[in-house]
């Protein structure tokens, strides 16, 4: 029996999330709010990922549904590291971050082949392979795979260059996350 596209989507989620929690493990605070000359903190990343404060991700997922090919325009370089986000602990940002994804995935799971080909303009996709018109399915097989495995491999190469050992050891967390997508979405 073939495992519905809605489903499969939502596990991928959950797993690249299980891949960064794992990764983050035993991260104390102190090295969570350093980082290298010219790049961002581990809780800034967790940040970046978290999305826009109060609000997460879902927007782009809702007007998607709600709208007739909505052009979503996405700050790609914004960590959204607000002065709140910064008050957090590392464990309280990845808690955030925790639950924006089990939303998503929860709620991607219920959803139709026919919502999942609802298409949106998303004009930072121009020059890659995904197109500026991306179905939903692959809005969120970019969110999952993609941006969360970059972000993963991100934050990997923070923490050993911060001298800490990343908890998923010597494993990549995504072959796919190497795409030509622009650098900024990464």
């Known amino acids: ?19 960064f929690i794992e990764l ?18 581990p809780k800034e990343i967790v940040s970046h990922l978290c999305g826009p404060e109060g609000i997460g991700h879902m927007p782009t997922i809702y007007a998607i549904l709600e709208r007739e090919t909505p052009t979503l325009e996405i700050e790609v370089e914004n960590p ?9 602990t590392f464990a309280e940002l990845l808690g955030e971050f925790e639950r924006e994804y089990d939303h998503i995935a929860n709620f991607v799971a219920g959803l139709s082949e026919e919502q999942l ?9 121009r020059e890659t392979g995904f197109g ?18 970059s972000h993963t491999d991100h934050m990997r190469k923070i923490l050993e260059a911060l001298g800490v050992r990343p908890g998923i ?17 990464m």
């Open 1 to 19: 029996m073939k495992i519905p596209q809605a489903v499969q989507l939502s596990e991928l989620i959950h797993r690249k999330v299980a891949d």
């Open 24 to 41: 983050c493990e035993g991260l104390d605070e102190e090295t969570a709010s350093r980082s290298t000359t010219g790049r961002w903190s």
């Open 80 to 88: 959204f590291f607000t002065e709140d986000r910064g008050r957090k």
């Open 117 to 125: 080909d609802r298409k949106a303009h998303m004009p930072f996709l």
């Open 132 to 149: 500026e018109y991306p179905t939903l399915a692959v809005w969120i097989q970019l969110i999952g795979e993609y941006h969360l495995g």
């Open 169 to 185: 050891s010597g494993k990549q967390a995504s072959q796919k996350a190497h795409v030509d997508l622009p650098s900024s979405f």
